[in-house]
């Protein structure tokens, strides 16, 4: 099964939900003001959140009066083609060959950090990579367990410290051993944080310069993870770590649900950072690069792929 | 908490505040600020809806003729109706009579079941009751190990059964093991699942028909979006949910979803989580929950906390020394502790009235491990010198100093503080002796 059906499924739900709905209020009817007004409020709905609906809009008049649409039903393939050209090219993560790559993933409690690395390695691992996992979530019961098997699962290496340890003395024994035993890849993985708890933000400031420090150069990505039914607090976490640690990119997780995922547009319009990955299932193939063209045709496009 | 929503709420009242007659303009305008705010804070689109619009219909009609402050008049409307979104009174959870009670957690992955479990074991044992702990997740990995080791740290008994992959085989053999071990409460900790998927609902349709659990708690992530209110119809729909575990709310999310799902379901919400720690749940107080996004700092929930926290009889004692002037170091110690016992304590001041909106105060933030220095440096005295602290001079401070691993600068700052304390205390105290505002907690 390609990727695009298995998106297109992942997205059924939600997709199905939204459709149905904007097709209810967009077709048979004159493009007005009372149109745009519910349009809105339908955008609201799905976690696109209030500016960036509003700039969507913006755009979405300025190419009806462009192409002096009146029908209320042209304004599907229209809006798929703004919501691709707002999103932008898609940005692939790429790896150094023969020497040590290393990603950092953070984020807020309850994301699925853990459940990001455990895919992560199983894909590259499959790609015939060295792989190897830096327990450095030290602080949530069972967490490091919960790694292990994921890597057991894939077949990799974890570096692990009894809990309640120093997760930045977890990262130097994993670089350190990674360097030893000539790993391709180092997957970092870090406790759930709440981005308004500055120590707590501060420790992953010292992950990062601990790994700057004893690795130059090999710190390829540090990834977010987001939850795909978070609401417009999303912009507030990527905000908040990026301030704390260069992000590169984002992870886009639990996509299967009924949340459409309008937060993509709410952060590509607010914030630098790209959406990398998104997970739209429960096995290791179901985290997959993110396509914005694919995303927003299987958002909207009227034919199933 | 609600910060934002607060502050937005906040500057459009303080337009109204300086108003003597409110227009219906005035009042659309001030709604529509309402309205945004409540948005950007996650609140359901039809919630906000339904709720301008009640608030509207309350302010036109009456501000304008009767309020002799109609600003004052719109904030104690919307306050009143911010109660009744968040579900009027304080619902408690239902127990049974016969023990033992079945109480069972339910969510979308993430939300956070796992470690309600453990908080919630905690929370009612204080209230006398004996809880059994069941891990029901038999498909994240490690979520026994993660309930197993909340357990062993809260000293309550976990049920497990690691070669069962049946959640409802598990269910069924943890109540009747806590009925053989005389335990009078089971929670249970079910998996996280998605609310569309039917085979694991079907599965928690099944543990109820197998436990008939007494209280079942849906557990929300107050940073969800949008879709809280359709997972929490899915789930009141699927098994008939009775209350609502709002959790990470010691975040800066908004946290709409908790006006949402009250107002969607018509479910209450019943506790919150505030904290990683294991002492970080709360019963939740609509009206304190009210007032706390209004900007009326929450007192109550803070004075439960420090009583929960406090040795009352020590309390007691330690205000005889104050008026007694015999207040010493020691005692300054006592009290650093305990302070450090009511939880972090950057979430404690966010509740004191006026903290939460000083300006200048907002970025501020409170260093734990300054409180561990002091510690430090007060336990490097002797018996001595932390009772008569005018004796230590500068030899003496240079070595306490050295000793505590701090600057001679550290050890001055502290004894000053100390002074200054202890003079401030004293007036306390004297005001106290005059009949006049009584210091309750003198806290440092």
Known sequence: MGFMQKLADGLAKAREKFLVKLDALIVGRKIDESLYEELEELLILNDVGVTASARLLKHLRKLVSERKVQEGHFLRPLLQEIVSERLGKPEAIELQQ????????????GVGKTTSIGKLAQYYREQGLKIMC????????????????????????????????????????????????????????????????????????????????????????????????????????????AEIVPLTGIILTKLDGTAKGGIVLAIREEQQVPIKLIGVGEKASDLRPFDPQEFAAALLSSKTP | MFKALGERLQATFKKLRGKGKLTEQDVTEALREVRMALLEADVNLKVVRDFVAAVKERAVGQAVFESLTPGQHVIKIVHEELIKLLGGSTSRINLSPNPPSVLMLVGLQGSGKTTQAGKLARLLRKNGRHPLLVACDVYRPAAIDQLETLGRQLDIPVFSMRESKNPVEIARAAKESAMRQGRDLVIIDTAGRLHIDERLMQELQDICEAVHPHEILLVVDAMTGQDAVTVAEAFDKAISIDGIVMTKLDGDARGGAALSAKAVTGKPIKYIGVGERLDALEVFHPDRMASRILGMADVLSLIERAEEALDVKRAAELEQKLRSQTFTLEDFLTQLQEIRNMGPLDQLLGRVPGFAQAKQLQNMQIDERELKRVEAVIFSMTKRERQRPEMIDG?????????????????????????????????????GKRGGKKAKFPLV
Do not use: C
């Open chain 1, 98 to 109: 023969g020497r040590l790559n290393v990603f950092l993933v953070v984020g807020v409690n």
């Open chain 1, 134 to 241: 830096a327990a450095g979530d030290t602080f949530r019961a069972a967490a490091a367990q919960q790694l292990e098997i994921w890597a057991e699962r894939a077949g990799v290496q974890v570096i692990a410290h009894a809990a309640g340890g120093d997760p930045a003395a977890v990262v130097y024994d994993a670089l350190h051993s990674a360097r030893a035993k000539g790993i391709d890849l180092l997957l970092v993985d870090t406790a759930g944080r709440l981005h308004n708890k500055t120590n707590l933000m501060q420790e992953l400031g010292k992950v990062r310069r601990i790994i700057e420090r004893e690795a130059p150069d090999a710190l390829r990505e540090i990834l977010l993870v987001v939850d795909a039914s978070t609401g417009q607090n999303a912009l507030s976490q990527v905000r908040e770590f």
């Open chain 2, 395 to 431: 030899s003496r401070r240079k070595r306490i100093a050295l000793g505590s691993g701090t600057s001679v600068q550290d050890v001055n700052r502290l004894l000053k503080q100390f002074e200054q304390t202890r003079k401030m205390m004293k007036t306390f105290a004297d005001m």
